[in-house]
């Protein structure tokens, strides 16, 4: 069932077109709410519409990549509104856009709506799509809504904050029919799709084992509290984690910096839990996404995961709390060992049963400025094998990864190089297969990091197993659940909407 048949079963088309004015009852935090779900009826693109996109987070990501990348497609979509809780980002974020497009497009006039409240852009009817450029453990609650408001979605990696979320958004979006691409923007990128689709069509033989490292990340933060800035809904930014009043006092280096000109700057957030679990699902939806594709069990997952960590030291007034160096394996069906080591360097290396290997990583790419620099001596090249021959293409390749029409008719290879430009156009076709990191496929590579953070929290070795999502172990099992703080939750958006998460989850 698409989305415009789901809504019109639900009764919901009647209801909009009887009350245009109706607010999509999304809100999770004091809004209007409607009566019934209500998402939106499904637009019809003519070859020169073009689809109104809202961005929702005006941090980092939004402006170093996912903004200026997306405002290159100016035939195909348009940025009409921005949202930040923080004023200044959100004013910045505007003026972003707004000067960009009047670059770009040899205006003067171009404007964009700012929001301070992502459920007032999501009221918005006029807009189709929105991309998700929040901190990790706003990623649920937020797609959950787009989802419901009948959005098409970018949603930044990892995919979720807790596996419970992932499962839920991507029913979800199976459900309405939404087309999801996330950031695991690797997919798109040619030595990691074409490494991928080597080992699938077995230029190394049967695969013993998969070596990847996510970097590694440093103690710092500040344990000192400072004031909440002017006009921060700080509240709101902790969302589903816990409030001020359970310890988590207001300091930049758990946010981010208030200095505009460092917007750039990795947020402390990033390595601080429950916000993020450090580079377990901050690298590890980019690498181990990689690691699950090659491996072709994008729809499922490993059976098992064992190993250790350290924990960043938080003497001495430091605030961050994630893990520092890790080892951990993964074991999938057939035996394969897939290890996460910090002694290995960045990237994901595929090693056959026979010896040979393909190596790939981002190589000269550096996208935000936290990216690792590319060592100087030619080591780490983007793509390496045991033997050069290895890396031959493939003439007819048996496991196609993606091999997508280009939306003008055109023939094309592969879709390997546009990952943003591969989501506008799955929205035109309207077609949620399209899109390279689709929602199931984003959920089950988070997962496998989720899973990772929770044998490091655990200390156990963790059995898993793919079809239920659960590991058998009560104490890791309680780590599956949705974060939920009063009216910062998935349930609640459900329930407003009319629609039980039990059903979903
Ligand atoms: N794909 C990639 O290569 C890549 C690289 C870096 C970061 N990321 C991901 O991008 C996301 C954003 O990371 P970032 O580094 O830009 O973080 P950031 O902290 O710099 O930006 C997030 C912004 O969201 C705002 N915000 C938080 N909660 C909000 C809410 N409820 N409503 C409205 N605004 C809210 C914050 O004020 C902040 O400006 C994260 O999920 C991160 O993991 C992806």
Redesign the pocket.
């Known amino acids: 069932m698409n989305r415009r048949s789901f809504l019109k079963n639900a009764g919901i088309m009647g209801a909009i077109s009887a009350f245009p004015s109706i607010v999509p009852s999304i809100c999770v935090s004091g809004c209007r709410h409607a009566e019934a779900a209500i998402g939106m009826a499904k637009r019809k693109y003519g070859p020169n519409d073009l689809i109104n996109v809202g961005v929702?987070?005006?941090?980092?990501?939004?402006?170093t990549?996912d903004m200026p990348l997306l405002i290159n497609y100016t035939g195909k979509a348009r940025i009409v509104a921005v949202?930040?809780?923080?004023p200044i980002?959100r004013a910045n974020g505007k003026s972003f856009v707004e000067k960009k497009y009047n670059e770009k497009l040899k205006v003067d006039d171009y404007r964009v709506d700012a929001y301070?409240?992502?459920e007032e852009l999501l009221a918005r009817k006029d807009i189709d799509a929105v991309m998700i450029?929040?901190?990790?453990h706003?990623?649920a609650i937020?797609a959950v809504s787009a989802i419901i408001a009948g959005k098409d979605v970018w949603l930044?990696?990892?995919f979720s904050q807790t596996i419970g979320e992932g499962r839920i958004i991507a029913n979800l979006a199976k459900k309405y029919h939404t087309v999801m691409q996330v950031?695991?923007?690797q997919r798109s990128n040619t030595q990691f799709h074409d490494v991928c689709e080597l080992v699938r069509n077995g230029r190394i033989g049967k695969i013993a084992k998969v070596e990847v490292g996510i970097g590694l990340d440093k103690a710092g933060g500040s344990s000192t509290p400072m004031p909440i800035p002017t006009g921060?809904n700080y509240d709101?930014?902790l969302?589903p984690t816990p409030s001020e009043a359970d310890g988590a006092f207001y300091t930049e280096t758990r946010?981010?910096t208030q200095n505009i000109k460092r917007?750039g700057?990795?947020?402390g957030?990033?390595q601080m839990a429950p916000y993020?679990w450090g580079m377990i699902?901050?690298w590890g939806?980019?690498h181990l996404d990689i690691a699950q594709w090659g491996l072709g069990f994008e729809d499922s997952g490993p059976n098992c995961v064992s190993g250790s960590c350290e924990w960043m030291d938080t003497t001495g007034g430091k605030l961050w709390n994630v893990h520092t160096t890790y080892d951990l394996h993964y074991f999938y069906p057939g035996n394969i060992d897939l290890h996460v080591c910090n002694q290995y360097p960045m990237g994901v290396k595929f090693i056959g049963e026979n010896g040979e290997w393909l190596y790939c990583m981002r190589g000269a790419v550096k996208?935000?400025p936290?990216d690792p620099d590319v060592p100087a001596n030619g080591k780490m090249q983007p793509l390496m094998a045991s033997k050069n021959k290895l890396l031959e293409p493939i003439a007819n390749p048996t496991v196609k990864l993606k091999e997508p029409e280009v939306y003008d008719g055109k023939s094309a290879r592969y879709n390997t190089s546009d990952h943003w430009g591969n989501w506008l156009d799955g929205i035109r076709r309207d077609d949620p297969d399209y899109t390279v990191t689709n929602a199931e496929h984003a959920h089950r590579s988070t997962s496998i990091c989720s899973l990772g953070n929770m044998c490091m929290k655990t200390g156990k070795a963790l059995n898993w197993d793919p079809k239920t999502e659960r590991t058998g172990d009560a104490d890791a099992d309680k780590l599956l659940k949705p974060f939920e703080r009063g009216p910062y939750s998935i349930a609640n958006v459900l329930k407003a909407n009319g629609l039980d998460i039990k059903k979903f989850a």
């Open positions: 929702i987070g005006q941090g980092r990501i939004a402006i990549m949202c930040d809780l923080d980002r301070e409240n992502f450029c929040l901190p990790d706003w990623h937020v930044q990696k990892p950031g695991s923007w921060f709101k930014w969302g946010v981010h917007v700057d990795r947020p957030w990033i993020g699902t901050n939806a980019h996208v935000t936290s």
